[in-house]
């Protein structure tokens, strides 16, 4: 049972590697487009989202820093903080999963 968990463990893992390559892209994009606009917006959500499945995930895999950097972020979206500092905290945490994952 132990190899076989470790085999399947291994894949997840993997297969959130692959996520965060995608999600990495996907807040560089968005924090880009929040910076540009005043409002309350559907980039503003889509940051939180990000955040806060990868506040539930990184610890698991062996990533508490992550689980940390992430949980920041999704508080700030959740609270009334201005546009550009949630974009910039989202580009500190998409430059954090480039440093930890390593790409």
Do not use: W
């Not at 910076?35 to 539930?56: M, P, V, W, Y």
């Amino acid at each position: 049972m132990g190899e076989a968990f470790a085999l399947k463990f291994g894949l997840l893992k993997e297969r959130f590697r692959g996520r965060m390559i995608g999600d990495v892209d996907k807040l560089d994009h968005l924090a880009l487009q929040l910076a540009a606009t005043d409002s309350n917006s559907e980039e503003r959500k889509r940051i939180r989202d990000i955040a806060h499945r990868l506040a539930g995930t990184a610890g698991t895999f062996g990533y508490p820093d992550l689980t940390e950097r992430a949980a920041h972020v999704e508080k700030m979206a959740d609270v009334a903080c201005g546009n550009s500092a949630l974009a910039e905290t989202a580009r500190l945490l998409s430059r954090g999963i480039r440093e930890v994952m390593d790409f």
